[in-house]
């Protein structure tokens, strides 16, 4: 058993809280002198990054949390796994719903916390606002009848970052954060991926003991045995301490990001095997809306599925996430997709050349995106019926050729509106109601084959549809 005197100090964990778009990846920005605000896709950050600096001769680890809506779940458990939080407010936008957010997980965890009052250097800056809506919202500062520090400061310029820094080595003192290096090492996994050199590569914070290449580990769900262990800019080590981030090879599967991890005995105790598959949902008969999501990395494949989980299907409709996994779409996925009618959702994948193929020659449904809440609100247009709403291309039918057969049938007509596309699945109307559907598999004009039939010309076309059409019908394009 361990004793006090056993302890050593260790240097904090800081999580950085706050609306989107207030300046908290700027700021992490400028104490790392680095540039990785300028990579994020749409300047949001969309994943979990825990960097080490050093100020003052001490030691200080950041963990920088999305603020996107959709990744409430990540900043909670980043708040669990920190020891001390910045509540970042910009001076010209003040308290937002996600400042109001991030003020309820660090006071429900009772997380020690300063707040940073960025972007003072803007010309709408009100420092004396913000002070006064947080006053609001319980968050009492000094000289506002509280103890909280604060510290208004400029990101971009630096000014007052030295001051926030003293701020929190000044609070980490008070709080004495210690561990224990006799005690089996243990922490959080931070983020996971799919490595085609290394395998399964887990970012972790280490709370206690000393985390050692060789030793077995486990979460609540899966196990392994410590491969390689790298410190956050990549350098090979052979052990690391609290509170460093560490990058660990050796988990069998992917972990969980959230979850908390053991090593030795503990380990062997809590890790029971793992159930493959993702959480199907909505088991009961009513109508399913399937989808199969794919996404860089754990962390962020988790708050997709948070995010679709809370749309609002049609009718008595439900979710149903039939797969979830990190890495490009394949013809795997493609072929799944296709055979239970499910809607493909990617963020930051490619899909590999079978699955091209397969999504285009069968009209997969496909929703692709670098910003998160791009890919919901596409998600939110299909399903509402939105883009049911919206004629992208209108063709009058002015003659029906052969229809020997109704996959084969031969029609000409002219576009009224838009583009008809080559190879795509179009509604058929008749009398200003919609029959049914069909795909146009062949395309012409003047003998030639086409790609596509713009507005105002006329054309020809092999048509496939269980539908036998006649003059006067409308073949109607929705957008894609």
Do not use: C
């Amino acid at each position: 058993m361990s004793t006090n005197a056993s302890k050593q100090e260790r240097s904090p964990v800081v999580v950085v809280m706050g609306h989107v778009d207030h300046g908290k990846t700027t700021l992490l920005d400028f104490i790392r002198k680095s540039n990785v605000a300028a990579k994020e896709a749409g300047g949001i950050t969309q994943g979990v990054g825990a960097y080490e600096i050093e100020h003052n001769g001490k030691r200080i680890t950041f963990i920088d949390t999305p603020g996107h809506e959709a990744f409430s779940k990540m900043r909670s458990r980043g708040a669990l796994i920190a020891d001390i939080a910045i509540l970042v407010v910009a001076a010209d936008n003040s308290v937002q719903p996600q400042t109001k957010e991030a003020i309820k997980i660090i006071q429900e965890s009772k997380l020690p916390y300063v707040v940073a009052i960025t972007k003072i250097d803007t010309k709408n800056a009100q420092v004396d606002q913000v002070k006064t809506d947080l006053l609001q919202e319980n968050v009492l500062l000094e000289g506002f009848g509280g103890d909280i520090s604060f510290q208004p400061l400029s990101a971009k310029s630096g000014e007052g970052v030295n001051e926030l820094l003293d701020h929190i080595l000044l609070v980490a003192e008070v709080e004495a954060f210690a561990y224990d290096p006799s005690a089996p090492a243990e922490g959080f996994i931070l983020e996971a991926h799919l490595n085609s050199k290394t395998g399964v590569t887990a970012t972790a914070i280490v709370k206690n003991g000393v985390l050692r290449v060789g030793d077995r580990l486990a979460t609540g769900t899966i196990g392994g045995k410590v491969r390689g262990l790298q410190t956050f800019i990549g350098a090979p080590v052979k052990e690391l301490t609290p509170s460093s981030p560490a990058v660990i090879l050796g988990f069998e599967e992917l972990p969980k990001v959230g979850d908390r991890f053991v090593v030795g005995d503990a380990a062997a105790k809590i890790a029971p095997k793992r159930i493959s598959g993702a959480p199907v949902f909505g088991q009961k008969t009513e109508k399913k809306m399937n989808f199969i999501l794919k996404a860089n990395v754990s962390g962020s494949l988790e708050a997709l599925r948070e995010a679709i989980m809370k749309l609002k299907p049609p009718g008595n409709a439900k979710l149903n996430i039939l797969e979830e996994s990190v890495g490009d779409i394949t013809d795997g996925d493609a072929k799944m997709a296709l055979s239970t009618n499910a809607f493909l959702v990617a963020f930051k994948v490619k899909s590999n050349a079978a699955a091209k193929t397969l999504i285009k020659a069968h009209g997969v449904k496909i929703f692709d995106s670098e910003i998160i809440y791009e890919l919901i609100e596409s998600i939110e247009k299909e399903i509402s019926g939105e883009n049911k709403k919206i004629v992208a291309a209108d063709m009058e039918i002015l003659a029906v050729f052969d229809q020997k057969n109704p996959g084969k049938q031969i029609i000409g007509g002219k576009v009224l509106l838009g583009s008809i596309i080559n190879q795509s699945t179009i509604e058929v109307h008749r009398k200003g109601a919609e029959i049914g559907t069909g795909k146009i598999v062949n395309l012409q004009t003047g003998k030639k084959d086409i790609a596509q039939l713009d507005m105002g010309l006329e054309g020809g076309m092999l048509f496939s549809s269980q539908i036998l059409m006649e003059k006067g019908d409308h073949l109607i394009a929705r957008p894609l």
